[in-house]
């Protein structure tokens, strides 16, 4: 971020980064609220968000992944590590229609990773090189800058498109996620029409959030192009 503050808030910080970051506060607020809303509302038949992931996993007959509860709000996540879906205090036990889609999506990541799903494995493969960019980019733009070597404060981002990629080959994975969710919801019977609208509403919100952060990292590469090829003198 070094090299962001130290140019400070020049005019293509307003035009491409600041809008992206709106967007991004906004969706987030919007997955908040949405959440909140539909943690009010009792899921159909009492089915837990564990009973929803296990209901996703089971009718992709997918086994041996492990349900289990983790602490904290909104941590949801499924770890290809351990082939296991760790769901939250909100969303483990709770029999919400909030929990439901919200679990259903992380058991939808478990069936892409048993089904090899292609955009995840990629996704998994460029985790080391969007690491190395992050931590480099930044750092290697502000040094081709104040030493005047161009190409090194292009190799850097070069490196920060990595981010990019990465937040890019997120969309489908997460999109996709949701939409197994919702179909394997949907086939099991086991939801009414509003439990249904409810996940999906629910999942689109979330999916907005990975929108937003590609918009991030696209107005930030976009800035930093600016940056070093305003500086070719
Ligand atoms: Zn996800």
């Known amino acids: ?18 809008p992206a970051v709106v967007i991004a506060l906004i969706a987030q607020i919007k997955v908040s609220s949405t959440f909140k809303k539909y943690s009010s509302v009792p899921s ?51 029999k919400t229609a909030a929990a439901v ?3 259903a999506h992380e058991a939808g990541h478990a069936v892409q990773y048993a089904r090899g799903y292609a955009p995840m ?3 998994s493969a460029i985790i080391p090189a969007t690491k190395v960019g992050s931590t480099l980019a930044l750092p290697l733009i502000l040094i081709g800058i104040i030493f005047s070597w161009r190409p090194l404060a292009l190799a850097g981002v070069f490196l920060f498109g990595f981010s990019v990629l990465f937040q890019l080959v997120t969309l489908p994975v997460e999109f996709n996620a949701s939409r197994r969710a919702v179909a394997s919801l949907e086939e099991s019977g086991k939801l ?10 629910v999942l689109s919100a979330a999916a907005m959030t990975y ?4 918009l991030v990292s696209l107005g930030n590469m976009l800035r930093l192009i600016l940056i070093v090829s305003g500086r070719r003198k």
């Open 1 to 18: 971020m070094i090299a962001v503050y130290f140019y400070g808030f020049d005019l293509s910080y307003f035009v491409f980064v600041l």
């Open 44 to 94: 159909d038949g009492g089915m837990t968000g564990a009973d929803a992931a296990r209901l996703v996993l089971q009718r992709n007959g997918v086994d041996g992944v492990n349900i289990v509860p983790i602490k904290g709000n909104l941590t949801d996540n499924f770890d290809p590590r351990d082939n296991v879906i760790r769901l939250s205090e909100t969303v483990y036990g709770a």
């Open 101 to 103: 889609g919200v679990a």
């Open 121 to 123: 494995r990629l996704r």
């Open 192 to 201: 009414s029409e509003g439990g249904i609208r409810a996940s999906r509403q």
């Open 211 to 214: 929108v937003a952060a590609l």
